[in-house]
């Protein structure tokens, strides 16, 4: 009897916990997920037209987007361009773009390209990659007041159709369209520098997959979602943290979990860490399409001799360097081109101390000087323990060969590129990475010593003549042996000291995946997201 009178009850109770399981659960809450990664200085500029440091080509990747972009692998794939329609003869480029947003609402269109060139490579504008843009028929003319900035080989025939004309056949220039120095910029950009208002927080309009959500210079930088970007869904961070930090206090924090992400690219890893660190498994080793160099003033003495340029160059011992200082998996430079563009055999052997010794003081004698008439000789490096280390080692072993005293100069980063613009050094540690996966990319800068990022005020007209006649060549055989010899030109010349092939040393927390490094050297987090958050993303 009292069976019958509970059963209802349990019948009821059955049917209310079948409604409660079948009803859709509320899912959890979604945590915001910020990405801090530590860098050693502020961006350079805010302007991709600007930029040549390759710390700065980071956060341009973030805020900007062209044409063609690089994934993995180093495959260039359609960006803005949704498709591209090359002609037979190879040197006039259609593009269609695709429906995007600037991160102020308007549409991205192809006038946008065509002011944001035609801007670059006016006479008046001051780019030091105006050169990467020579390409397009007429613009070499342009940028140096022969023809009108009009007849520029680049036209928007329709807000989503641009033209592109070239000097010549050029078989990587989608990759250079993949370049932050083919980057459009907003309108308000073109007409007025915005950098120096940004650390104001003022609107920066750009059309990447992030914009920029404040700036405090020297403190850190912040991006979030750009919400008008066509492939905003691939995009899975809520915000990217730049923190400016001295190095041992990035190391500090990254084991603190304060940061996802130290090193290679924006800061370097203290040296003293590296060996543990390697030891303990957690060093992470990239290579690097970068060679590091000392930059020579050939213009005043003693650096317009060739001679004394190769001494110096032959007193160093690169493989010491790199054991007992550097210790971060770098490689001697024995030539310009790094080995994975370009194999090709030394151009000069490591330490050839006795043969500096005899070229120093053959160039003494040729000049009737010793070492004492020599003028005081400086090496300006930006601040860093890297750059402050190969200082000192360099400045020890021309001592030791030479026999010449060398002061150091350590600048701000700024302060040390306005110096190599304004020609105001004599020798200057520095890096190039190429910006496109080819060689030409390590000898077009040395072509003309008005190249704004040359500042070695050193040209030579058979080094061109080898340069124009590789971009003429079809054949690839022959187009590798003039990038060759030219090379062989330049090192011989000395214009440069190549010291090391770079590699990328950094920590990063296991938790963040998907973040693009390119052997160009710069990251990008357009895909990226934190284990976990993903799947979230997905079915949310």
Same mark, same amino acid.
């Given at each position: 009897m009292m069976i019958r009178k509970i059963f209802p009850y349990l019948l009821f109770s059955f049917f209310m916990l079948f409604l409660v399981s079948c009803y859709p659960k509320k899912p959890p809450p979604r945590v915001e997920s910020t990405l801090t990664v530590s860098?050693?200085?502020?961006? *350079?500029?805010?302007?991709?037209?600007?930029?040549?440091?390759?710390?700065?080509? &980071?956060?341009?990747?973030m805020l900007y987007e062209g044409l063609m972009r690089l994934q993995e692998g180093g495959q260039v794939v359609p960006a803005l361009a949704e498709s591209v329609t090359i002609s037979p003869d190879q040197k006039t480029y259609t593009f269609k773009l695709r429906r995007s947003g600037w991160s102020?609402?308007?549409?991205?269109?192809?006038?946008?390209?065509? %002011?944001?060139?035609? !801007?670059v490579l006016h006479p008046d504008f001051p780019s030091a990659n105006a050169y990467q843009l020579y390409v397009i028929k007429g #613009? *070499? !003319? #342009?940028?140096?007041?022969?023809?009108?900035?009009?007849?520029?080989g680049v036209q928007a025939l329709d807000a989503s159709t641009l033209v592109v004309e070239l000097e010549r056949p050029i078989p990587y220039f989608l990759? +250079?369209?993949?370049?932050?120095?083919?980057?459009?910029? @907003?309108?308000?950009?073109? =007409?007025?520098?915005?950098?120096?208002?940004? %650390? @104001?927080?003022?609107q920066l309009v750009t059309n990447g997959p992030?914009?920029?959500? /404040?700036? %405090?210079? @020297?403190?850190?930088? &912040?991006?979030?979602? *750009?919400?008008?970007?066509?492939?905003?869904?691939?995009?899975? =961070?809520?915000?990217?943290t730049l923190v400016v930090l001295d190095n041992a206090t990035a190391l500090q924090l990254f084991h603190q979990g304060e940061l996802q992400w130290t090193g290679s690219p924006l800061s370097t890893l203290p040296i003293d860490a590296l060996t543990p660190l390697n030891k303990q498994g957690k060093l992470e080793v990239n290579p690097a399409t970068g060679l590091y160099f000392i930059r020579l003033n050939t213009a005043n003495p003693p650096f317009n001799q060739v001679k004394i340029r190769q001494a110096f160059a032959y007193a160093l011992q690169r493989a010491d360097l790199i054991e007992h200082v550097l210790q971060g998996n770098q490689q001697v430079a024995l030539g310009l081109i790094p080995p !994975?563009?370009?194999? !090709? #055999?030394? @151009?000069?052997?490591?330490?050839?101390?006795? *043969?500096?010794?005899?070229?120093?003081?053959?160039?003494? #004698?040729?000049?009737? +000087? &010793?070492?004492?008439?020599l003028p005081k000789i400086s090496l300006c490096y930006a601040s860093s323990e890297r750059g402050h280390k190969i200082a000192q080692v360099a400045q020890q072993q021309w001592k030791e060969v030479l026999g010449v005293q060398v002061d150091l100069e350590s600048c701000e980063s700024k302060v040390y590129f306005d110096r190599l613009n304004e020609k105001n050094y004599q020798m200057g540690i520095g890096g190039w990475f190429a910006d496109?996966?080819?060689?030409?990319?390590?000898?077009?800068?040395?072509?003309? /010593?008005?190249n704004g990022t040359n500042n070695t005020e050193w040209e030579n007209q058979e080094y061109t003549s080898l340069i124009e006649r590789s971009l003429d060549s079809s054949q690839p055989a022959e187009r590798i042996q003039l990038i060759k010899s030219a090379e062989q030109i330049l090192v011989q010349e000395m214009p440069i000291i190549p010291l090391f092939y770079a590699s990328y040393n950094y920590l990063k927390s296991p938790t963040i995946k998907n973040v693009h490094f390119s052997e160009l050297g710069y990251l990008d987090f357009k895909h990226a997201y934190f284990e976990g958050q993903y799947l979230q993303t997905t079915i949310d």
């Open positions: 860098t050693e200085n502020d961006p *350079q500029s805010l302007d991709p037209r600007q930029v040549r440091d390759l710390g700065t080509t &980071t956060v341009i990747h102020d609402g308007q549409l991205v269109t192809a006038y946008d390209f065509e %002011s944001t060139w035609k !801007s #613009a *070499q !003319s #342009a940028k140096e007041c022969r023809s009108c900035v009009e007849h520029i990759r +250079l369209t993949a370049a932050h120095f083919f980057y459009p910029v @907003h309108p308000s950009m073109r =007409l007025n520098s915005i950098d120096s208002q940004a %650390s @104001h927080n003022v992030f914009k920029l959500e /404040k700036w %405090s210079r @020297h403190n850190e930088l &912040t991006a979030v979602p *750009q919400p008008y970007y066509w492939d905003r869904k691939s995009v899975h =961070l809520d915000r990217v !994975s563009l370009l194999k !090709s #055999a030394p @151009h000069f052997r490591d330490a050839q101390t006795e *043969q500096a010794k005899k070229l120093f003081q053959e160039s003494l #004698a040729e000049n009737h +000087l &010793t070492v004492a008439d496109i996966y080819d060689p030409i990319s390590f000898l077009d800068v040395f072509k003309s /010593k008005d």
